[in-house]
């Protein structure tokens, strides 16, 4: 990608029905960012309409959709997240499935170029028959989103990086990438985002600009924290991104709310543009 290091930088937009869902970014003096919506009646015609038109019209580009699940619960921890999390829970599946093609319609009528969504607590080991129904579950939505002209990318953090590779290659799909959240990594304690790269970097298509520090509870996720002062060590991850010819977005992401989120979100964009702008 061309252009200066802030064209790289964006933030994630909550899909507002009604409202402009593009004035956080451009608040933040940005032109980038991904969408994100869980709920499932927010994805209509109507809304994508309006939400392509208002890119058009802002010069904002969305990156993709980010696309959770209405359906069952949702619990965010390492005790009940594996078997409430994503497309891994078999009693959910089929609902979330649902709810992912009819946010693969939305991202392609809003002429989006992917979707992205949290898989789940994927098995490791590759002979547990929940890998395989995983995996052919993954394979059936990649060929319903290349028909779109959709990308289906997968937002790490719940599984090893080896893991996620492994379903990439048994699925098969052209149209796989992955969005790596490197703070998702530490918080759930399931790798190093740095040596990641070497596992799967080349599938890498979108960066989360997060942080985080490990978890010290072995039932609790790690602390989300402001880009830069935990664990990542965003100076040596951007220049391995660097070497491996990663030349996509930093989309930031900071989970918490109020004038100290903008702040903070202030503050990592020009962090990141001192980081880029050195690369």
Known sequence: MSGSPRDRIGVIAALRPGQPSLAPVQQFGLKTCQVHTREENYLTG????????????TGVRITALSAGWSAGPRVWNLVEGPI????VPPAWRAARVAQLMKAADFAARAKLPAVITHLGFIPEEPLNPLFHEVAATVRDLA?????????????????TPVTLLRLIQAVGAKNLGINLDPANLILYGKGNPIDALDVFGGYVRNIHAKDALYPTDPMKLGAEVKVGTGKVRFPEFIRRLDEIGFAGEFIIEREISGEQQARDIRETVGYLETLLAKE
Do not use: P
């Not at 109507?46 to 019209?57: F, G, I, P, T, V």
């Open 84 to 87: 409430t999390l994503g497309i």
């Open 46 to 57: 109507e809304n994508a309409d309006r939400l392509r038109d208002e890119s058009q019209s």
């Open 143 to 159: 060929g319903y989103m290349q028909r779109l002209g959709l990308e289906f990318w997968f937002e790490t953090g719940q599984e």
